[in-house]
């Protein structure tokens, strides 16, 4: 069992910055895919970066290379997703999630364990 916990989420105008971390709970994290994702409201949760637990290598949407970075510390059980010249379509609740497999999955539907999602509001 995986518990997440997001934080970092606010009110940020255009071309700002925002850190969200996620913090987890459970002895399979460091060896697992933690993905962020985002859902706006009307929309499906989509993805925007993973990391994978073997050799933390980094995955991305479109929209979010050059500008959104995901590290990990698994001594602190912690991913984070730094994203920087944020723009009012980043604005959404977004979540952290475990996917206990070892590959690198966009789909929502692949992923085990979510947080409650901290959202985040960019204006114009």
């Known amino acids: 069992q995986v518990q997440l916990v997001e934080s970092g989420g606010g009110l940020v105008q255009a071309g700002g910055s925002l850190r969200l971390s996620c913090a987890a709970s459970?002895?399979?994290?460091?060896?697992?895919?933690v993905g962020w994702f985002r859902q706006a409201p009307g929309s499906e949760r989509e993805f925007v970066a993973a990391?994978?637990?073997?050799?933390?290598?980094?995955y991305y949407t479109d929209s979010a290379k050059g500008r959104f970075t995901i590290s990990r510390d698994n001594a602190k059980n912690t991913v984070e997703l730094q994203m920087n010249s944020l723009e009012p379509e980043d604005t959404a609740v977004y979540y952290c999630?475990?996917?206990?497999?070892?590959?690198?999955?966009?789909?929502?539907?692949?992923?085990?364990?979510w947080g409650q999602g901290t959202r985040v509001t960019v204006s114009s």
């Open positions: 990391i994978s637990g073997s050799d933390g290598k980094t």
């Open positions: 459970g002895r399979t994290f460091s060896s697992s895919v």
């Open positions: 999630a475990v996917d206990r497999s070892s590959d690198v999955r966009t789909n929502a539907r692949s992923y085990d364990y």
